[in-house]
């Protein structure tokens, strides 16, 4: 037996979930995986080198057939671990569909952007069912029949319900961000999601984390599943460092404006809920910052436009609720702040998985108040990390914040406060002289509007 069917051999047993045991490759990237040459050109034009070890693992099980149990850290590449067998079985094959379940509607947008240059050169047709989107564009998407269907549950039920899209055809089953779609609320949603769909199926669970209860409940919907763990679940980037504040709650946007003014690059700051987050990104803009927000108030085109921004340096702090701690993929984020400290310590896990992706170093700071030192202890047994707990620098006062944020930047902290007064009576001074201006203006405005109604009403007349 030669090297390459031994490897491919090896790739499909299960996997017990130490990073040791992880199959060295020959050295040929995804070449030696069993993928087709259709997939390996494309592989080849987006310069994609060496598959990372979730893929390296998950592709040749996937391209058997088997159902899969995955974890991997957040920014290991999941997407294409299940992307590439589904896209392959579909390219040799004219019948059958594949079902990618995903919790949010960012994900779902970030995993058809992921598969989209290969199913493109495949001519593979996907459809995006997302909530917020329009379900009549989504009704004509699903007429042409599509092979891949990308669905957040409440939206892919509403489809159901309306009995404007076909499930019977689903052969490849993937939940992405298992645990979280697999937790007590969404359970009913799941069960009547796989009524829909046959029997005989391949089922791929992907995430970064899998408790030991909902790992129980997982293994109910496949049959034998692979289990492939390339990082012990909870387990987190190396690259990124861990920093932790205690601290009371009303003095939290003060050591937040202390650690903004040290970062020049993206920063993604989570809060707990979406009213603590609108009233944070107000605040952080009155510093003179750029920010953006999102959370599950805000219109889906509010979400995109804040995304793109962030992702194209429009907005330099992004504001978020745990909406955006799962599978949103922003290259360069440098630090991630949980100002809120999350629900749980899995939430920890994808919350700063955000930053120290593909490579990049990252730092995760938390502010946490005196009542959650306890959550602390137990954060740090389930990451198996000792997290640094550093001293409070001193903060600046609210009105220095609020009210003077370009002077804020351009004073140092040895220049005293006359300088702040003076400041303050000459931008006084200006907006009188800037709204006497106005009204003059105005008034000038109208009487001229005036007279040029009149003017032609007279002409009218005539």
């Known amino acids: ?11 499909i047993e299960s996997y017990s979930g130490r990073n040791d045991k992880t199959i060295k490759q020959s050295g040929d990237g995804f070449y030696d995986l069993g993928i087709a040459q259709s997939l390996i050109r494309e592989i080849d034009r987006l310069n994609f080198k060496n598959p990372t070890p979730i893929q390296k693992e998950s592709i040749p099980v996937g391209l058997q057939g088997n159902d899969i149990i995955a974890i991997a850290r957040t920014g290991s590449g999941k997407t294409l671990a299940f992307g590439i067998p589904m896209l392959q079985r579909f390219s040799e094959n004219k019948r059958g569909t594949g079902l990618i379940l995903v919790p ?39 007429k042409k029949n599509p092979r891949i269907i990308i669905a957040t549950p409440g939206r892919l039920l509403d489809h159901i319900e309306r009995k404007t899209v076909n499930l019977t055809e689903v052969e490849i089953f ?5 645990d979280r779609m697999l937790d007590m609320g969404f359970i009913p949603d799941i069960k ?36 492939i763990e390339v990082d012990r679940s ?4 190396v690259e990124v460092s861990h920093e932790m504040f205690i601290i009371e709650n009303q003095d939290k946007s003060r050591l937040l404006a202390v650690q903004l003014k040290q970062y020049s690059g993206p920063v993604l700051v989570f809060t707990k809920t979406k009213w603590m987050a609108r009233k944070l990104t107000a605040k952080v803009n009155s510093m003179g ?38 599978g949103i993929d922003v290259s360069g984020i440098e630090l991630v702040v949980n100002y809120d400290m999350p629900a749980n310590s899995e939430d ?22 005196t009542n959650q030192e306890g959550w602390i202890r137990n954060l740090e047994r389930f990451m198996k990390i000792k997290l640094t707990i550093s001293s409070l620098p001193t903060l600046p006062s609210e009105e220095l914040l609020l009210n003077q944020p370009e002077l804020r930047r351009k004073l140092s902290k040895h220049e005293n406060l006359q300088a702040i007064d003076s400041s303050q009576n000459d931008s006084t001074n200006n907006k ?31």
């Open 234 to 237: 909870g387990s987190t980037p």
């Open 348 to 369: 920890y896990v994808h919350r700063i998985g955000r930053t120290g992706r593909a490579g990049k170093t990252g730092h995760a700071i938390s502010f946490a108040t």
């Open 289 to 326: 910052f750029t920010t953006a927000e999102i959370h599950s108030n805000r219109t889906p085109g509010q979400r995109r436009n804040a995304l793109e921004g962030f992702k194209r340096g429009i907005y330099q702090i992004l504001i978020a609720t745990d909406i955006a701690a799962r």
């Open 104 to 142: 949010t509607r960012e994900l779902a947008i970030q995993v058809e952007e992921a598969l989209r240059a290969f199913s493109f050169q495949l001519n593979i047709r996907m459809a995006v069912l997302i909530g917020g989107a329009s379900i009549s564009l989504q009704q004509s998407a699903l």
């Open 174 to 178: 993937v939940l992405d961000e298992a």
């Open 1 to 11: 037996m030669n090297i390459d069917q031994q490897l491919r051999d090896s790739a």
């Open 192 to 227: 009547r999601i796989i009524k829909s769909i046959p029997d005989k199926r391949q089922t791929m669970l992907f995430s970064a984390t899998m408790p030991k209860e909902i790992e129980a409940i997982a293994e109910k919907l496949m049959e034998n599943p692979t289990r």
């Open 432 to 462: 009188n002289t800037y709204w006497s201006n106005s009204k003059k203006h105005r008034s000038a405005r109208k009487k001229s509007a005036g007279q040029g109604f009149r003017w032609k009403s007279r002409a009218k007349r005539k």
